[in-house]
């Protein structure tokens, strides 16, 4: 209650609200009587203020938790996503690393004289091997694709 200021509607005068009980309702400067009545409409003007502001921000925070938790769902959910496609494209890796590490074996095994792919007989090393599997490849997809 010390804390609260009101002023002296006639010197102006920045009175505490302690003050004036002890000068028995008067502003201890110019001694005219200070009625509380304005005061009081304006506290509790601010306070109704207060109160609705209150009530705002009760609402915002609802509103903002709300937000926060679907955030963190979708987060949840973008991370549970994630790791699967991970797992799923880690696996699909290690499945292609057999192929190719069968297929290394393969052409590392076929002899550097003639070999016959898809029909077509080849002389040359590995790298022919590569240049023929390419080849037999690309007549495949070709005659898939004019069956279409």
């Not at 005068?13 to 302690?18: F, K, P």
């Not at 009545?37 to 304006?42: A, G, N, S, T």
């Not at 973008?78 to 699909?92: M, S």
């Not at 003639?114 to 022919?128: C, L, Q």
């Amino acid at each position: 209650m010390s804390k609260v200021r009101i002023e002296c509607w006639k010197c102006h005068a920045d009175v505490l609200l302690i003050d004036r009980s002890d000068a028995d309702g008067e502003c201890p400067r110019c001694g005219v009587e200070i009625a509380l009545d304005d005061y009081l409409i304006q506290a509790m003007d601010a306070r109704d203020a207060l109160a609705a502001e209150n009530e705002r921000l009760r609402k915002d925070r609802a509103a903002c938790w709300a937000e926060f938790k679907a955030l963190v769902k979708s987060s949840n959910d973008t991370g549970r996503y994630l790791h699967d496609e991970i797992e799923r494209l880690t696996a699909r890796v290690a499945e292609l690393e057999r192929d190719a590490g069968r297929y290394r074996w393969l052409r590392g095994r076929l002899p550097g004289s003639a070999y016959r792919i898809a029909g077509v007989i080849y002389s040359e090393g590995g790298d022919g091997v590569d240049a023929a599997v390419d080849a037999a490849m690309a007549a495949q997809a070709e005659k898939e694709s004019t069956h279409e």
